[in-house]
């Protein structure tokens, strides 16, 4: 379906759908050839001559047409075409027999029981049409049970009138030997005719792609193709129709891919729209409707969808009057990716145009985003801005458009979220209450911006084995999106329960391939999921609070270290608590010297539901607990990432106090993330498709 010459010359078609009585009559089969013949007949789409119903017009139905009436429908069809010099189109649908091994035969009488010899010969009519001279060639569209059947032998090809000088192109509903059902070649094909397809040129012909489109529509049987040029001279090629989504159209239309599918998907039910390709002829279209057809429901989505395009194209024109000179295919990947587009959107090739990002932005939104908003299209806009132009004030056209969208705050706070935007990937290891982990829930971030979720399932096991299928895929789901984006990914979050906590730190986990430890390669921070998911008993804003005080107390530079708990404060659980119940919640970070004999799982809890940091050796660490306070009060303000350099350069055979380190680390960017995650709105699933699906 690549490009095809065309030419002034009339093109001609005769649809013949040929009914059946009784039992055996072929249900919806005088809608479908008229469906193909209306399209055929479209001046924007198959630009043939509509001659009308009738035995000499360009449409025959009936029941029990007989074998001559066909036969001389099709002979004055070729006449009228070898008149004007140009193409024929012959399409019959209705019932076929023999196949199999033997010609195909279309049933013209009426009843199939009625004997070939009132029947027409397929194979013999297409040979003998195609080798008329005079036409510029001829395409049969055959509808029939045993459809390939009906092409020629190679004998009327290449000895007939013509002497294989001739252009044939023949599209079949089935095999030889299996059956059509329900007319879905007819129907699949005048719908890829009226809509059009999206990776073809300015024609759609007969040919390898049509009919790849064909058999992903057509699950019940498996049509094909036949194709013969022996055309002794150059000439335009044998095509079925104007493409209404050839990359020429839309640029004529100002509408891209996205707006094009749409657009004809929901202009398709709607009588009078044939030929609509732009913004302008639907508005002009819009416009001209009787009142009392513009509260029909179907009607209201194409308007809803006329101001979606309006949106579109005002963003288009400031977006390029503000970073005309800047953009590039890269900057607009690398923008696609920082505004949460999916994967498949950005890697597509070519790369998608500035105006293909924004109406997928639009076009893609929520279901129960606000109407006039998008939120995508603002995180779209403000990732080009922090790319382009990470300064404090935002560009005065971009200012304005966001003024008059209604959209100011929200462009100003994503385009903060976006500020010293580092990658960082948060894997949060879920437990739902149990005993163990049933899921890792992923989130890449920019800066302070979610821009991608996903959740990964667990086998039931022990840690970390049951993790690590997990987190593997996370990994590469993660690493995905930063290299669309041209990013790396260092530093890694990894939230977990308080049992996981007890003797698997997650740096150590064997997560690369099953074989290297995921704080060989990565930066990883453990975080304690308290304050995503409390324990029983506990109260999120309860945590949330205490996490809110732990950094206003660690802002206030008041505490060098860790306030460390000794061995009478860890004598039992009662004991410690009896020590927290004298000290305010969030007040410090606990540090634990030397590990208690027995009960540390339960008074790991007690400690993190009264501070969420917590510092306490390793159990395979035996060292002197004097010098290892002193060692974390040395490096107290480059922590948590002393304590990774730490790990890492142990690993290399480099020794040090702070390896012996265990931590679950709380921060702005931590607490930051916590709150959000507890603000977020909860909706049903389909309030979060795109509009166009709900």
Same mark, same amino acid.
């Given at each position: 379906?690549?490009?095809?010459?065309?030419?002034?010359?009339?093109?001609?078609?005769?649809?013949?759908?040929?009914?059946?009585?009784?039992?055996?009559?072929?249900?919806?089969?005088?809608?479908?050839?008229?469906?193909?013949?209306?399209?055929?007949?479209?001046?924007? $789409?198959?630009?043939?001559?509509?001659?009308?119903?009738?035995?000499?017009?360009?449409?025959?139905?009936?029941?029990?047409?007989?074998?001559?009436?066909?036969?001389?429908?099709?002979?004055? +069809?070729?006449? =009228?075409?070898?008149?004007?010099?140009?193409?024929?189109?012959?399409?019959?649908?209705?019932?076929?027999?023999?196949?199999?091994?033997?010609?195909?035969?279309?049933?013209?009488?009426?009843?199939?029981?009625?004997?070939?010899?009132?029947? *027409?010969?397929?194979?013999?009519?297409?040979?003998?049409?195609?080798?008329?001279?005079?036409?510029?060639?001829?395409?049969?569209?055959?509808?029939?049970?045993?459809?390939?059947?009906?092409?020629?032998?190679?004998?009327?090809?290449?000895?007939?009138?013509?002497?294989?000088?001739?252009?044939?192109?023949?599209?079949?509903? +089935?095999?030889?030997?299996?059956?059509?059902?329900?007319?879905? *070649?007819?129907?699949?094909?005048? @719908?890829?005719?009226?809509?059009?397809?999206?990776?073809?040129?300015?024609?759609? #012909?007969?040919?390898?792609?049509?009919?790849?489109?064909?058999?992903?529509?057509?699950?019940?049987?498996?049509?094909?193709?036949?194709?013969?040029?022996?055309?002794?001279?150059?000439?335009?090629?044998?095509?079925?129709?104007?493409?209404?989504?050839?990359?020429?159209?839309?640029?004529?239309?100002?509408?891209?891919?996205?707006?094009?599918?749409?657009?004809?998907?929901?202009?398709?039910?709607?009588?009078?729209?044939?030929?609509?390709?732009?913004?302008?002829?639907?508005?002009?279209?819009?416009?001209?409707?009787?009142?009392?057809?513009?509260?029909?429901?179907?009607?209201?989505?194409?308007?809803?969808?006329?101001?979606?395009?309006?949106?579109?194209?005002?963003?288009?024109?400031?977006?390029?009057?503000?970073?005309?000179?800047?953009?590039?295919?890269?900057?607009?990947?690398?923008?696609?990716?920082?505004?949460?587009?999916?994967?498949?959107?950005?890697?597509?090739?070519?790369?998608?145009?500035?105006?293909?990002?924004?109406?997928?932005?639009?076009?893609?939104?929520?279901?129960? +985003?606000?109407?006039?908003?998008?939120?995508?299209?603002?995180?779209?806009?403000?990732?080009?801005?922090?790319?382009?132009?990470?300064?404090?004030?935002?560009?005065?056209?971009? +200012?304005?458009?966001?003024?008059?969208?209604?959209?100011?705050?929200?462009?100003?706070?994503?385009?903060?979220?976006?500020?010293?935007?580092?990658?960082?990937?948060?894997?949060?290891?879920?437990?739902?209450?149990?005993?163990?982990?049933? =899921?890792? @829930?992923?989130?890449?971030?920019?800066?302070?911006?979610?821009?991608?979720?996903?959740?990964?399932?667990?086998?039931?096991?022990?840690?970390?084995?049951?993790?690590?299928?997990?987190?593997?895929?996370? $990994?590469?789901?993660?690493?995905?999106? $930063?290299? #669309?984006?041209?990013?790396?990914?260092?530093?890694?979050?990894?939230?977990?329960?308080?049992?996981?906590?007890?003797?698997?730190?997650? @740096?150590?986990?064997?997560?690369? =391939?099953?074989?290297?430890?995921?704080?060989?390669?990565?930066?990883?921070?453990?975080?304690?999921?308290?304050?995503?998911?409390?324990?029983?008993?506990?109260?999120?804003?309860?945590?949330?609070?205490?996490?809110?005080?732990?950094?206003?107390?660690?802002?206030?530079?008041?505490?060098?270290?860790?306030?460390?708990?000794?061995?009478?404060?860890?004598?039992?659980?009662? =004991?410690?608590?009896?020590?927290?119940?004298?000290?305010?919640?969030?007040?410090?970070?606990?540090?634990?010297?030397?590990?208690?004999?027995?009960?540390?799982?339960?008074?790991?809890? @007690?400690?993190?539901?009264?501070?969420?940091?917590?510092?306490?050796?390793?159990?395979?660490?035996?060292?002197?607990?004097?010098?290892?306070?002193?060692?974390?009060?040395?490096?107290?303000?480059?922590?948590?990432?002393?304590?990774?350099?730490?790990?890492?350069?142990?690993?290399?055979?480099?020794?040090?106090?702070?390896?012996?380190?265990?931590?679950?680390?709380?921060?702005?960017?931590?607490?930051?993330?916590?709150?959000?995650?507890?603000?977020?709105?909860?909706?049903?699933?389909?309030?979060?498709?795109?509009?166009?699906?709900?």
């Amino acid at each position: 379906m690549t490009g095809a010459a065309t030419s002034a010359v009339s093109r001609h078609v005769l649809v013949v759908g040929a009914q059946c009585r009784g039992a055996e009559e072929l249900p919806g089969l005088e809608d479908a050839a008229r469906r193909l013949h209306r399209a055929l007949v479209d001046p924007d $789409l198959g630009a043939c001559l509509d001659r009308g119903e009738g035995e000499t017009g360009s449409l025959l139905v009936g029941t029990a047409l007989g074998r001559t009436a066909v036969w001389n429908a099709i002979s004055g +069809a070729v006449d =009228r075409a070898k008149a004007d010099g140009g193409p024929l189109i012959l399409a019959l649908l209705g019932h076929g027999i023999g196949g199999c091994g033997g010609p195909l035969y279309f049933v013209t009488s009426g009843d199939t029981q009625d004997g070939e010899i009132h029947q *027409l010969h397929v194979p013999s009519v297409i040979g003998t049409a195609a080798n008329a001279t005079g036409p510029s060639g001829l395409i049969a569209v055959i509808d029939t049970c045993h459809a390939a059947a009906a092409v020629p032998d190679q004998q009327s090809a290449t000895a007939g009138l013509q002497q294989g000088g001739l252009r044939l192109s023949l599209l079949f509903a +089935a095999s030889a030997h299996l059956p059509a059902w329900s007319m879905n *070649l007819s129907i699949q094909l005048a @719908e890829l005719l009226e809509s059009g397809v999206s990776t073809a040129g300015d024609f759609l #012909a007969v040919d390898d792609q049509l009919i790849k489109e064909l058999r992903t529509r057509i699950h019940t049987q498996e049509p094909g193709g036949y194709m013969f040029d022996g055309a002794p001279t150059s000439g335009g090629s044998l095509w079925l129709a104007h493409n209404l989504r050839s990359a020429s159209r839309r640029a004529a239309g100002s509408l891209g891919l996205l707006a094009c599918e749409r657009l004809h998907k929901l202009l398709n039910p709607l009588e009078g729209t044939h030929g609509i390709s732009s913004q302008e002829q639907l508005k002009e279209w819009l416009g001209e409707l009787e009142p009392e057809r513009l509260g029909h429901p179907a009607v209201q989505r194409v308007a809803e969808f006329a101001r979606d395009l309006s949106v579109c194209a005002v963003a288009v024109t400031v977006l390029e009057e503000t970073f005309r000179e800047d953009l590039t295919d890269d900057l607009l990947r690398k923008a696609a990716v920082r505004a949460g587009f999916p994967l498949e959107v950005v890697v597509r090739l070519p790369c998608p145009s500035l105006r293909d990002m924004v109406e997928y932005a639009v076009l893609c939104q929520s279901a129960v +985003a606000p109407t006039g908003q998008s939120r995508t299209l603002v995180h779209f806009v403000a990732a080009l801005a922090h790319l382009i132009g990470p300064g404090e004030v935002l560009p005065q056209q971009l +200012a304005a458009w966001a003024a008059r969208s209604g959209v100011s705050a929200a462009l100003n706070s994503r385009v903060i979220e976006l500020r010293a935007a580092t990658p960082r990937l948060v894997l949060v290891a879920a437990d739902d209450g149990g005993e163990g982990i049933v =899921r890792v @829930e992923a989130s890449l971030l920019f800066g302070s911006a979610v821009v991608h979720t996903a959740e990964f399932s667990c086998e039931p096991g022990p840690v970390p084995g049951a993790l690590v299928s997990a987190l593997d895929g996370a $990994l590469g789901w993660a690493l995905s999106r $930063l290299a #669309a984006a041209g990013e790396r990914l260092v530093p890694v979050d990894v939230s977990v329960p308080t049992f996981v906590l007890l003797d698997s730190p997650p @740096e150590e986990w064997k997560v690369i =391939r099953g074989r290297r430890m995921l704080g060989v390669d990565y930066d990883v921070t453990t975080r304690w999921s308290g304050l995503l998911t409390p324990p029983h008993g506990e109260r999120l804003d309860d945590m949330l609070h205490a996490g809110s005080q732990l950094l206003s107390s660690l802002q206030n530079k008041a505490q060098s270290g860790p306030s460390w708990l000794g061995s009478d404060d860890l004598s039992s659980v009662e =004991r410690l608590q009896e020590v927290l119940s004298r000290r305010r919640v969030g007040g410090c970070v606990w540090g634990v010297g030397a590990l208690p004999e027995k009960d540390f799982g339960l008074m790991l809890e @007690e400690l993190l539901v009264h501070t969420p940091a917590l510092i306490w050796p390793r159990h395979d660490s035996v060292c002197d607990t004097r010098a290892l306070q002193d060692a974390i009060t040395e490096h107290w303000d480059s922590l948590p990432k002393k304590l990774v350099l730490a790990f890492q350069e142990r690993l290399e055979g480099i020794p040090g106090l702070l390896a012996g380190i265990r931590t679950t680390w709380h921060d702005a960017p931590w607490q930051d993330f916590c709150q959000r995650r507890a603000g977020r709105a909860v909706v049903a699933p389909q309030d979060v498709t795109p509009k166009e699906q709900a």
